[in-house]
C-alpha cells in the first residue's frame, strides 16, 4: 500500500511558477509516479509522469518545455515544477502511482492504483 500526499498549490498570477510534491508513506522505488489534474467539470488529465525502471519523464504535449518532473526515491517524494503557467490551467492537481503500468497506459488515469487526495493550482488572468 502507498498514501499518497500532494502540496504546494496555491493562487498566481499567469506567467508564474509553482512547485508541486507529492510524499509518499512507503517506497516509491519500482512505482510509476504520474501528474494528472482535473479542472471542473473535466475529465482527468495527464500532465507528466517519471518512469519506474528507468527514471525517465513523459509529459502532456500541452505542458512541455514549462513543467518538469523530478523524483528522489530515497525521500520517496515526486516533485512537478511549473512555470509559465496559464489561467486554462487552474485545476486540481493529483499525484498517482502504480507499479504494473504499461507504456501506452501511462496517460490513463483508470490505470493508476493510488491517488492522493489533490492540491489546488489556480492561475489568475
Known amino acids: 500500500q502507498v498514501q499518497l500526499v500532494e502540496s504546494g498549490g496555491g493562487l498566481v498570477q499567469a506567467g508564474g511558477s509553482l512547485r508541486l510534491s507529492c510524499v509518499a508513506s512507503g517506497r516509491t522505488f519500482g512505482y510509476t509516479m504520474g501528474w494528472f489534474r482535473q479542472a471542473p467539470g473535466k475529465e482527468r488529465e495527464f500532465v507528466g509522469c517519471?518512469?519506474?525502471?528507468?527514471?525517465?519523464?513523459y509529459y502532456a504535449d500541452s505542458v512541455k518545455g514549462r513543467f518538469t518532473i523530478s523524483r528522489d526515491n530515497a525521500k520517496n517524494t515526486v516533485s512537478l515544477q511549473m512555470d509559465n503557467l496559464k489561467p486554462e490551467e487552474t485545476a486540481v492537481y493529483y499525484c498517482?502511482?502504480?507499479?504494473?503500468?504499461?507504456?501506452?497506459?501511462?496517460?490513463?488515469?483508470?490505470?493508476?492504483?493510488?491517488w492522493g487526495q489533490g492540491t489546488q493550482v489556480s492561475v489568475s488572468a
Open positions: 498517482g502511482a502504480d507499479r504494473q503500468l504499461i507504456m501506452s497506459s501511462m496517460r490513463n488515469p483508470e490505470q493508476y492504483d493510488y
Open positions: 517519471a518512469w519506474r525502471s528507468t527514471g525517465k519523464t
